[in-house]
């Protein structure tokens, strides 16, 4: 059986174009849900790049957040290391940042949220490599610093040992000085003030051998040293050695004068049963009398006397001690009050054993120096 064939041309049935079209549902709930259903999705497609993006960006705040907490441990303890281990606590405290960065950063979700990361924690990496930078330069100076400090109190100390060699105190002075000159120049001073630093360094190095010889009884050792050395000091170290320096060479000059006076001298006469005064010395020399021409045309208002050091001066008369004391001029001096107007005075003593009010007779002794005047 065949099926019927039909011919356009012939069959008078056009074709046309159709599509399905669902049904209208313009009223009642049903309709009314489906469309607040479509709409609720269709923003939360529209929202969920921003969404996406606030994640992101909470989640690098709160790594953030963790960068800085454990980065302040980290460099709490790298800020601790001091001198050159400085430098070692430096390179670990990077090491250990940059760790910690890495796991925050492999720990996101998103590469929004590890791009954002990476850009927080590199600005913190900034600020944390500047203050350990910081650290250990501070630190590296410092360490350098106590080190050319310690080298030239050695040279110091080495030079003060040697005073008596010329040669290695010159030696011990130039080591110090060069440590002092790089001290200097750590501290970021002038060309002017290190020249100066220098300069002070080698006056103290003086001063402090001429104090350490005074201090040790070398006497004549402190003063021949300070003449050597004087004009390789400052006027404040100059200063400061002064007085014991005059008091050095006074004592000097007057142990000179004694010992000559001691063997040109006079003999200092005996009392008389009835003289009103009775010499201060029982043996020793007048080396110079009242009266006598001084330079500048004054008269010399006393007696000058010479004796064995140790020897006892007492007073010329009974009286009573009004004063006692030491001066550059006199030395340890006693002034006796005998009364009715007459006083005496006696100077260059080597130690006093009366005080003032004590009644004193001719019996009463104080020991003197070399040269009593």
């Given at each position: ?145 106590d080190t050319f400090g310690a080298q030239a109190d050695a040279a110091r ?86 007085g014991a320096l005059k008091e050095t060479a006074q004592n000097r000059q ?120």
């Open positions: 059986m065949r099926a019927p064939q039909y011919q356009q041309a012939t069959s008078g049935v056009q074709p046309v174009a159709a599509r399905f079209q669902a049904p209208e549902m313009r009223t009642g709930p049903v309709a009314a849900a489906l469309m607040g259903a479509a709409e609720t999705l269709q923003q939360f497609a529209a929202d969920k790049a921003k969404r996406d993006e606030l994640a992101a960006r909470t989640a690098s705040g709160e790594a953030a957040l963790a960068f800085q907490d454990q980065a302040g441990a980290i460099m709490a303890e790298a800020t601790t290391a001091r001198g050159l281990n400085a430098q070692a606590a430096h390179k670990s405290a990077d090491e250990a940042l940059r760790e910690v960065q890495q796991k925050l950063i492999g720990g996101a979700t998103s590469p929004l949220a590890r791009q954002l990361i990476k850009q927080q924690t590199d600005a913190y990496l900034v600020g944390y490599r500047a203050d350990l930078a910081k650290h250990e330069t501070q630190q590296v100076f410092a360490a350098a610093g100390q080495a030079a003060a040992q040697q005073w008596q060699n010329p040669q290695a105190v010159a030696a011990q002075v130039q080591i110090g000085r060069n440590a002092a000159e790089q001290q200097a120049l750590l501290l970021g001073k002038s060309p002017e003030a290190v020249a100066q630093s220098v300069k002070d360094y080698e006056s103290a190095v003086h001063r402090g051998t001429v104090e350490m010889l005074f201090a040790g009884g070398e006497n004549d050792g402190a003063l021949e040293y300070a003449k050597a050395h004087l004009d390789r000091m400052n006027l404040g170290d100059q200063t400061a050695i002064m007057a142990y000179s004068d004694a010992q000559a006076a001691i063997a040109v001298g006079g003999p200092v006469p005996a009392a008389s049963s009835s003289a009103k005064f009775t010499p201060p010395v029982r043996n020793g020399h007048i080396t110079d009398a009242f009266g006598a021409a001084r330079p500048g045309g004054r008269a010399h208002n006393g007696v000058d006397f010479a004796a064995p050091e140790g020897t006892s001066v007492t007073p010329i008369a009974p009286g009573t001690v009004v004063a006692t004391g030491q001066d550059a001029r006199s030395g340890l001096y006693v002034v006796v009050d005998h009364g009715g107007g007459l006083v005496s005075t006696y100077s260059h003593l080597g130690r006093q054993e009366v005080k003032g009010g004590e009644k004193v007779g001719v019996e009463r002794r104080a020991k003197l120096t070399p040269l009593a005047g």
